[in-house]
């Protein structure tokens, strides 16, 4: 039996981050699913996830920066982030990527659209 | 209660997604540039005036200089403008430049804004150029009084061209189309590398990498130049005339517009330069051609000529430099291109490779080519490349493809469908005449 996924979906906004998390949940992920920053690297370091869904704008501490520590760390360097923006403006896709950022999707963001983002983050990974 | 609100919450968000649902966009990871030459660059003056019934904006950031002109009667789109090749040696090789969108006054005139970066730094960097580029909407935006635009068009000239194929292959969504003006591409250093193989083989000269200058200016003294070719120098003309796309109009005058004849000339990767550009070149798949009544045989270059293999470790899909790797063709959006038959510096032969990669990918249908016969290089004239971008507008407005050339066919008359207007002297030389004297 194949291990479900792990991803870490980092969204402040509740629905969104609810209906993201039941989606991929249903799709065989196991999500682990927090509302900041700061909840973010917590668990980055502790849940061991391959992916982090991040939306880059957080209330706390920011998506780049919470992108930007995660690469610069050993022990979360590998860990593939899909980046969630507000717009699909290319300045945008060029901040998720300088930040370390893997891949980049803007909002509003189909889940099927974040489902295969994360089934190839998961397939280079491995 | 508390779960079933969350659950018609998540039911609502599911709904919305559903009906959002865009174009797949499965941004890609984005691209690793070239880094820029190391040395201090100086920042020049972006300052400028806006045209009658548009405001300029100006400075510094991240990326070099920027300029960006919004007209007042501003349509919601934005033209994002990449400038070409600006050297990185010589007494300004430091300062950065920043100029205008060559259609300036039709942008502004029409409603478009548009925005140009002088990169952070000079040199060959058409990955930094992308990245510095696509920056500036964010700049723009924040001009704009928080406006941003709703569709952005990714334009530019020479390297800048370059840059627009790249963007345009490597964020392929992020754009709602792209006009590259005489573009250049990766292959163009494999042109550069086989002229200097030729050369090597008609000359008797073989460059060294530790006497390279001294060794081009000796080829230099056997060739002649324009107007004064030696016999060695005609056969070279011939080859790299064939080489770039073969004989069509005003091949001859491209050869001698800004010294390309003999610049043409670069033995640096044959010779063993190790910079990311040289050890991606490669010859090996080039086939020499030649007039043979000139006194040379395609067969002894092809057996004779000096090669070089790609080196893999840089010319690879997989990185680490997407800038130097050929265009894989799977375009998304409208891409239309414009180039002369008598460019020698970036020549023809580009678009070829361009439209083969398209075609292979299946993407044909997203990419128009023009062809325009003109003398040297990115010469276009003010209705040219207006029709080209309004030609792209209308493509993606309404989905019309526009018309475009056949850059794969015969191109001795090429150019005729859309050069506005002819050049005098239309068609100029378009071959090496055997009996032609100095």
């Known amino acids: ?126 | 209660v508390r779960l079933r609100a969350l659950t018609l919450a998540a039911a609502t968000a599911l709904i919305a997604f559903a009906f959002t649902t865009r174009p797949v966009a499965l941004g890609r990871p984005g691209i690793t540039p070239v880094p820029c030459p190391t040395q201090e660059w100086q920042p020049g003056d972006p300052t400028f005036d806006a045209l009658p019934g548009a405001k300029a904006f100006f400075g510094a950031y991240d990326g070099g200089l920027y300029k960006i002109e919004i007209p007042d009667n501003w349509n919601g789109e934005l033209a994002l403008y990449a400038h070409g090749f600006v050297s990185n040696a010589g007494a300004q090789g430091s300062a950065l430049r920043v100029g205008n969108s060559p259609i300036r006054e039709h942008l502004i005139q029409e409603g478009y804004a548009w925005a140009a970066s002088s990169y952070r730094c000079n040199g060959y960097v058409p990955g930094q150029g992308l990245l510095d580029t696509m920056a500036l909407t964010e700049l723009f935006t924040k001009s704009n009084g928080g406006r941003a635009p709703r569709r952005v068009y990714l334009t530019g000239t020479s390297m800048g061209g370059h840059v627009t194929l790249l963007g345009m292959h490597e964020f392929p969504t992020a754009f709602a189309g792209g006009l590259a003006m005489c573009p250049a591409g990766p292959e163009l250093f494999d042109f550069f590398a086989a002229t200097a193989g030729a050369a090597e083989v008609i000359t008797g000269v073989q460059a060294r990498l530790d006497t390279l200058q001294a060794d081009v200016a000796r080829m230099s003294e056997l060739l002649g130049k324009p107007g004064a070719y030696t016999d060695k120098g005609r056969q070279l003309a011939s080859v790299e005339i064939q080489i770039s796309g073969g004989p069509r109009p005003f091949a001859m005058e491209g050869l001698a517009s800004g010294g390309r004849f003999a610049g043409n000339i670069n033995p640096a990767a044959l010779a063993g330069s190790t910079t990311p550009s040289n050890r991606a070149v490669m010859t090996t798949h080039i086939k020499y051609s030649v007039d043979e009544r000139l006194g040379l045989t395609a067969d002894a270059l092809n057996k004779t000529a000096r090669r070089k293999a790609l080196d893999p470790e840089v010319r690879n899909p997989m990185g680490p430099y997407d800038e130097l790797v050929p265009f894989d063709g799977r375009l998304e959006r409208p891409t239309l291109t414009m180039h002369g038959t008598g460019d020698l510096f970036v020549p023809i032969v580009l678009e070829q490779s361009l439209k083969r990669a398209v075609a292979a990918a299946g993407k044909d249908g997203l990419l128009a080519q023009r062809i325009y016969r003109i003398a040297g290089h990115c010469g276009f004239s003010q209705p040219e490349m207006i029709k080209a971008f309004d030609d792209l507008i209308a493509w993606v407005h309404k989905g019309t493809r526009p018309a475009g050339d056949d850059v794969n066919g015969d191109l001795s008359n090429a150019g005729l469908t859309f050069t506005n207007p002819l050049r005098p002297n239309d068609p100029g030389g378009i071959r090496v005449a055997a009996d032609a004297k100095p």
């Open chain 1, 1 to 126: 039996v194949t291990p479900a996924p792990r991803v870490l979906l980092v969204e402040d906004d509740a629905a969104t981050r609810e209906g993201y998390r039941q989606y991929l949940t249903g799709c065989g992920m196991a999500v682990t699913a927090v509302a900041n920053g700061y909840e973010a690297l917590m668990h980055a370091g502790s849940a061991a996830p391959q992916v982090i869904v991040l939306d880059l704008g957080l209330p706390d501490i920011d998506g780049w920066e919470v992108a930007r520590r995660l690469k610069s760390a050993p022990g979360t360097a590998a860990i593939r982030i899909i980046a969630l923006t507000g717009s699909d403006l290319p300045h945008e896709r060029v901040s998720a990527m300088r930040a370390g950022c893997d891949r980049h999707l803007a909002k509003p963001c189909a889940p099927g659209d974040l489902l295969a983002a994360i089934r190839r983050c998961v397939g280079e990974s491995t």
